[in-house]
């Protein structure tokens, strides 16, 4: 289960270095977790609908070389669930071909009513074992 | 109903041009907007714990000298309230005796529950005419 | 000289009232005004790269209804330049055809190097010109 | 070399969670590492003027419990510096006694002038053997 999507760096991201601000990234790692879980057919909004949240309880960024302003990002995100309490998902940045930054995040299930880390639902293992 | 906070410009905040983004400025506003409102004696979780949000309808600003990183900015903000449903504030920023940015806000109250626009709860008003 | 891009409401945007942070708004301003800009054939960092900034010096959003997390939003940017010092660009953000904001932002050239205000630079009318 | 400093969450950095977004306690995180070098005595503006950027290639933070709308954050951070080319910072943020989240930041030195990773300079040498 993988999607590549693409966004652009506003100058909004950007910092007096002149390159994306380095907690940034986490946005632009979200960005592409939600469209991969679009691209399996699975809004996060449903999720939300269905009472349930995906928190995250880890998060990690390498940077290797900077983006800037205007830069056309390509996201690589990838998501590994070995059938555990777990999410992990796995993100690649890259401009031009030129490797970005890669990172992780580490997500739980939680329900809306009552804040509790619960077992991935049903709604989310249906459309993993579909898209895996 | 007037108070002057203070807060330190983060790097998150400075933009490739090397100065503050024209849109964290608001944040600002916020924080000073927060502070205003708890010096009245009104934490804005307690109007929520009320049932109660302070949603903007607009919101203003204009741009005199920029702040940088590091930038030491003190905040005045003074709330306007003329007995209608709209909340005013406005807010000058100056930083070392330079002024910044001026701006403005205008609020309304709306229930958490039902997301309707309320005259302003006596809670707020209670707040407000002891401090003004 | 008129464009209308898309983009989508990340979850980084969302406050706890479960809408856009009204701050965000301007970032997305931004977005629409470069997409503008690109579009008419003028990349803004050409402009930086001919030694011109173009910073705010007002900015403004009246907002009518809450945009949410994942929302689709339609943004309308117009350039309005009479022949003076100053740009104008007006914004109207709509989602499923429901008005969710308006706004402005005014701008000025700035020199890269010094820091000073100046007419706007050829590079600019030229492309404003061709595309009004 | 540690230091604790304090900051309040605002309302821009929640998200439709109610909580604050994850990717924000990492401008926390830089809060508290410009706090803890101003303590030792060396202003991050003043490295800039020497020509020099401590520039992210990695971050990393692991979530405890939420932080929320107004709770006021102690960011304790240390510096861990081995003679090597990076410098590696450690954070805890805790609310009321209770942890938030644990993170680090791993950083090199770089020109301003021609962006090349070089040796930590003598300036912050100089502050960090003061300070240890």
Chains 1, 2, 3, 4 share one sequence.
Not at 54 to 64: D, R, V
Not at 69 to 90: E, N, P, Q, S, W
């Amino acid at each position: 289960m993988e999607y590549t999507s693409q966004l652009r760096v506003r100058y909004a991201h950007t910092d007096a270095m002149g390159i994306v601000y380095h907690g940034n990234y986490y946005e632009y790692f979200e960005a592409a977790r939600v469209e991969l879980m679009r691209h399996a057919g699975l809004n996060y909004t449903e999720l939300v609908e269905a009472g349930y949240y995906m928190p995250l309880i880890e998060s990690h960024c390498e940077y290797k070389k900077p983006a800037k302003f205007d830069d056309l990002l390509d996201i690589t995100c990838k998501m590994v669930y070995d059938g555990a309490l777990r999410v992990k998902l796995l993100y690649k940045i890259h401009c031009n071909g030129i490797l970005i930054c890669t990172g992780h995040t580490v997500h739980v299930f939680t329900t809306v009513a009552e804040n509790k880390i619960v077992k991935p639902p049903k709604l989310f293992l249906d459309y993993f074992k579909e898209s895996a």
